[in-house]
């Protein structure tokens, strides 16, 4: 599966932006799929998930992104509205083929290349 990341760019605080992730390779309908992030210096952390049709997100974005898929397109996406300056990262698009925590990048097996969100006024 490989993986790429785009829609990231700079945002004015309380805007919004959507990423996109389009997946080539294979089919994306059986994967769980995640979104993560990393700022400079800092690790990377956990922001939202799908899989078996339930969502989970960091209590950090919880009411204010949204994760989804369109399995025909065989894309992913992360709606982020109410940004803030804290939000500004890399955002990293990934895809677990087995079990684990939703949350922990260990259990995930492909990555796309990560698009850069900034934040700022």
């Known amino acids: 599966v490989q993986l790429q990341a785009s829609g990231g760019g700079l945002v004015q605080p309380g805007g919004s932006l959507r990423l996109s992730c389009a997946a080539s390779?294979?089919?994306?309908?059986?994967?769980?799929i995640g979104w993560f992030r990393q700022a400079p210096g800092k690790e990377r952390e956990f922001v939202a998930a799908?899989?078996?049709?339930?969502?989970s997100y960091a209590d950090s974005v919880k009411g204010r992104f949204t994760i989804s898929r369109d399995n025909d397109k065989n894309t992913l996406y992360l709606q982020m509205n109410s940004l803030k300056p804290e939000d500004t990262a890399v955002y990293y698009c990934?895809?677990?083929?087995?079990?684990?925590?939703?949350?922990?990048?260990?259990?995930?097996?492909?990555w796309g290349q990560g698009t850069q969100v900034t934040v700022s006024s």
């Open positions: 799908l899989g078996a049709g339930l969502s």
């Open positions: 990934a895809v677990k083929l087995r079990g684990g925590s939703y949350s922990s990048p260990s259990a995930y097996d492909y």
């Open positions: 390779g294979s089919t994306l309908d059986y994967y769980g």
